[in-house]
Protein backbone atom coordinates (compact mmCIF):
# COMPACT_ATOMS: atom_id res chain seq x y z
CA UNK A 1 0.00 0.00 0.00
CA UNK A 2 1.14 3.67 -0.41
CA UNK A 3 2.67 5.34 2.06
CA UNK A 4 1.79 8.54 3.63
CA UNK A 5 2.36 11.56 1.24
CA UNK A 6 2.81 15.21 1.43
CA UNK A 7 3.60 17.81 -0.89
CA UNK A 8 5.14 19.67 -1.73
CA UNK A 9 8.75 18.39 -0.30
CA UNK A 10 10.01 22.12 0.18
CA UNK A 11 8.96 25.70 -0.31
CA UNK A 12 10.74 28.86 0.11
CA UNK A 13 8.27 31.74 0.29
CA UNK A 14 8.60 35.29 1.42
CA UNK A 15 7.08 36.87 4.31
CA UNK A 16 3.64 37.69 3.95
CA UNK A 17 3.11 35.12 1.49
CA UNK A 18 0.52 31.95 1.53
CA UNK A 19 1.68 28.41 1.37
CA UNK A 20 -0.68 25.31 1.30
CA UNK A 21 1.04 22.14 2.59
CA UNK A 22 -0.85 18.85 1.44
CA UNK A 23 -0.97 15.22 3.06
CA UNK A 24 -2.27 12.03 1.64
CA UNK A 25 -3.14 9.71 4.25
CA UNK A 26 -2.48 6.00 4.05
CA UNK A 27 -6.23 4.81 2.42
CA UNK A 28 -8.31 3.76 5.21
CA UNK A 29 -6.75 5.52 7.84
CA UNK A 30 -9.40 7.56 9.89
CA UNK A 31 -6.71 9.15 12.07
CA UNK A 32 -4.35 12.17 10.15
CA UNK A 33 -2.16 14.42 12.52
CA UNK A 34 -0.10 17.59 11.67
CA UNK A 35 3.24 18.06 13.56
CA UNK A 36 6.21 20.65 12.97
CA UNK A 37 10.01 20.45 14.04
CA UNK A 38 10.60 24.60 14.02
CA UNK A 39 14.31 25.42 13.90
CA UNK A 40 16.65 23.42 17.11
CA UNK A 41 13.27 22.62 18.41
CA UNK A 42 11.27 19.45 19.59
CA UNK A 43 8.72 17.97 17.31
CA UNK A 44 5.20 19.57 18.65
CA UNK A 45 1.30 18.35 17.68
CA UNK A 46 -0.01 20.81 15.99
CA UNK A 47 -4.23 18.65 15.36
CA UNK A 48 -5.58 15.86 14.64
CA UNK A 49 -8.30 14.53 12.49
CA UNK A 50 -10.55 11.61 13.33
CA UNK A 51 -12.11 11.52 9.46
CA UNK A 52 -13.36 15.06 8.60
CA UNK A 53 -13.73 16.52 11.93
CA UNK A 54 -10.94 18.19 14.40
CA UNK A 55 -10.49 15.98 17.67
CA UNK A 56 -7.69 17.71 18.61
CA UNK A 57 -6.00 21.17 17.79
CA UNK A 58 -4.77 22.52 20.91
CA UNK A 59 -1.50 22.72 19.23
CA UNK A 60 -2.29 24.72 16.47
CA UNK A 61 0.28 28.31 16.93
CA UNK A 62 -2.76 30.95 16.05
CA UNK A 63 -4.89 31.99 13.61
CA UNK A 64 -2.40 31.96 10.51
CA UNK A 65 -2.96 28.33 10.15
CA UNK A 66 -6.03 26.79 8.66
CA UNK A 67 -6.17 22.99 8.58
CA UNK A 68 -8.80 21.36 6.72
CA UNK A 69 -9.74 17.71 5.76
CA UNK A 70 -12.71 17.84 3.61
CA UNK A 71 -14.55 14.55 3.00
CA UNK A 72 -11.77 12.36 4.88
CA UNK A 73 -9.79 12.12 2.75
CA UNK A 74 -6.22 14.21 2.10
CA UNK A 75 -6.01 16.94 4.40
CA UNK A 76 -4.16 20.94 4.11
CA UNK A 77 -2.47 22.86 6.27
CA UNK A 78 -2.74 26.46 5.18
CA UNK A 79 -0.83 29.34 6.72
CA UNK A 80 -1.69 33.04 5.76
CA UNK A 81 -0.18 35.83 5.95
CA UNK A 82 3.72 33.27 6.46
CA UNK A 83 5.95 34.18 9.51
CA UNK A 84 9.31 33.65 9.94
CA UNK A 85 8.90 32.09 12.80
CA UNK A 86 6.87 29.52 10.42
CA UNK A 87 9.62 28.13 9.00
CA UNK A 88 10.67 24.74 9.47
CA UNK A 89 9.01 21.00 8.86
CA UNK A 90 5.98 19.84 8.89
CA UNK A 91 4.99 16.41 9.41
CA UNK A 92 2.20 14.09 8.81
CA UNK A 93 0.90 11.07 10.06
CA UNK A 94 -2.09 8.89 9.49
CA UNK A 95 -3.69 5.79 11.73
CA UNK A 96 -6.24 3.21 11.70
CA UNK A 97 -9.26 4.03 13.23
CA UNK A 98 -8.82 3.68 17.21
CA UNK A 99 -6.97 5.89 19.15
CA UNK A 100 -3.89 4.08 20.31
CA UNK A 101 -3.29 2.47 16.69
CA UNK A 102 0.14 2.95 15.22
CA UNK A 103 1.21 6.17 13.64
CA UNK A 104 2.37 6.50 9.66
CA UNK A 105 4.68 8.97 8.89
CA UNK A 106 5.09 11.44 5.62
CA UNK A 107 8.51 12.69 4.56
CA UNK A 108 7.24 15.82 5.62
CA UNK A 109 7.51 19.20 3.61
CA UNK A 110 10.61 21.77 4.38
CA UNK A 111 9.59 25.51 4.82
CA UNK A 112 11.26 28.29 4.87
CA UNK A 113 9.90 32.33 5.21
CA UNK A 114 12.13 34.20 3.95
CA UNK B 1 11.99 20.58 31.83
CA UNK B 2 10.29 18.57 29.07
CA UNK B 3 7.80 15.68 29.68
CA UNK B 4 10.67 13.12 27.31
CA UNK B 5 13.71 13.67 27.66
CA UNK B 6 16.94 11.71 25.63
CA UNK B 7 20.07 10.66 26.22
CA UNK B 8 22.92 11.37 24.67
CA UNK B 9 21.73 14.36 22.38
CA UNK B 10 24.73 13.34 20.32
CA UNK B 11 26.36 9.78 19.93
CA UNK B 12 29.13 8.72 17.29
CA UNK B 13 30.75 5.52 17.51
CA UNK B 14 32.34 3.34 15.19
CA UNK B 15 31.03 0.72 12.85
CA UNK B 16 30.32 -2.51 14.94
CA UNK B 17 29.33 -0.60 18.34
CA UNK B 18 26.32 -1.65 20.27
CA UNK B 19 24.42 1.45 20.51
CA UNK B 20 21.76 2.19 23.37
CA UNK B 21 19.83 5.27 23.24
CA UNK B 22 17.50 6.29 26.66
CA UNK B 23 14.07 7.59 26.58
CA UNK B 24 12.69 8.59 30.27
CA UNK B 25 9.21 10.66 30.21
CA UNK B 26 7.13 11.70 33.02
CA UNK B 27 3.70 11.45 32.50
CA UNK B 28 1.32 8.16 32.04
CA UNK B 29 1.59 7.25 28.36
CA UNK B 30 -0.73 4.47 26.84
CA UNK B 31 2.48 3.57 24.17
CA UNK B 32 5.84 4.30 23.46
CA UNK B 33 7.26 4.95 19.82
CA UNK B 34 10.54 4.83 18.82
CA UNK B 35 11.29 6.37 15.64
CA UNK B 36 14.09 7.33 13.03
CA UNK B 37 14.98 10.23 10.35
CA UNK B 38 17.33 10.58 8.30
CA UNK B 39 18.97 13.53 7.11
CA UNK B 40 16.22 14.94 4.08
CA UNK B 41 13.98 14.69 7.21
CA UNK B 42 11.13 11.74 6.69
CA UNK B 43 10.08 9.78 9.69
CA UNK B 44 9.95 6.44 9.69
CA UNK B 45 8.32 4.27 12.93
CA UNK B 46 10.68 1.86 14.41
CA UNK B 47 9.05 0.73 17.23
CA UNK B 48 5.66 0.81 19.15
CA UNK B 49 5.81 -0.67 22.49
CA UNK B 50 3.97 -0.23 25.63
CA UNK B 51 5.03 -3.01 27.78
CA UNK B 52 8.33 -5.67 27.52
CA UNK B 53 10.81 -5.90 24.68
CA UNK B 54 10.37 -5.98 20.83
CA UNK B 55 13.39 -6.72 18.12
CA UNK B 56 13.65 -6.03 14.66
CA UNK B 57 16.71 -6.94 13.05
CA UNK B 58 19.86 -5.48 14.41
CA UNK B 59 17.06 -2.78 17.01
CA UNK B 60 16.32 -3.87 19.93
CA UNK B 61 13.55 -2.23 22.31
CA UNK B 62 12.64 -2.40 25.75
CA UNK B 63 10.54 -0.33 28.19
CA UNK B 64 9.72 -0.55 31.89
CA UNK B 65 6.19 1.27 32.68
CA UNK B 66 7.40 1.45 36.17
CA UNK B 67 10.51 3.06 35.80
CA UNK B 68 9.01 5.04 32.82
CA UNK B 69 12.27 4.26 30.93
CA UNK B 70 12.60 3.26 27.70
CA UNK B 71 15.79 1.90 25.43
CA UNK B 72 17.18 1.51 22.24
CA UNK B 73 20.06 -0.84 20.94
CA UNK B 74 21.24 -1.13 17.88
CA UNK B 75 23.59 -4.51 17.47
CA UNK B 76 26.10 -4.31 15.38
CA UNK B 77 25.93 -0.81 14.07
CA UNK B 78 26.89 0.36 10.80
CA UNK B 79 27.07 3.51 8.94
CA UNK B 80 24.09 3.14 7.46
CA UNK B 81 22.32 3.57 10.76
CA UNK B 82 23.45 7.20 11.14
CA UNK B 83 20.30 9.10 12.00
CA UNK B 84 18.46 10.81 14.40
CA UNK B 85 16.63 8.47 16.78
CA UNK B 86 13.51 10.01 18.52
CA UNK B 87 11.34 8.74 21.16
CA UNK B 88 7.73 9.90 21.65
CA UNK B 89 5.15 8.80 23.92
CA UNK B 90 1.27 8.85 24.06
CA UNK B 91 -0.05 10.47 26.44
CA UNK B 92 -3.39 9.61 28.24
CA UNK B 93 -5.27 11.66 25.50
CA UNK B 94 -3.37 10.09 23.17
CA UNK B 95 -1.55 12.80 21.80
CA UNK B 96 2.35 12.10 20.55
CA UNK B 97 4.85 14.08 23.26
CA UNK B 98 8.15 13.93 21.38
CA UNK B 99 11.63 14.16 22.99
CA UNK B 100 14.63 16.49 21.32
CA UNK B 101 16.03 13.15 19.50
CA UNK B 102 19.64 11.54 19.43
CA UNK B 103 21.78 12.50 16.70
CA UNK B 104 23.86 9.21 16.27
CA UNK B 105 26.73 8.97 13.56
CA UNK B 106 28.57 5.66 12.69
CA UNK B 107 31.92 6.35 11.17
CA UNK B 108 33.21 3.06 9.07
Known amino acids: EAGVTQFPSHSVIEKGQTVTLRCDPISGHDNLYWYRRVMGKEIKFLLHFVKESKQDESGMPNNRFLAERTGGTYSTLKVQPAELEDSGVYFC????????????FGQGTRLTVV | KNEVEQSPQNLTAQEGEFITINCSYS?????LHWLQQHPGGGIVSLFMLSSGKKKHGRLIATINIQEKHSSLHITASHPRDSAVYICAVKDSNYQLIWGAGTKLIIKP
Open chain 1, 93 to 104: ASSRPGMNTEAF
Open chain 2, 27 to 31: VGISA
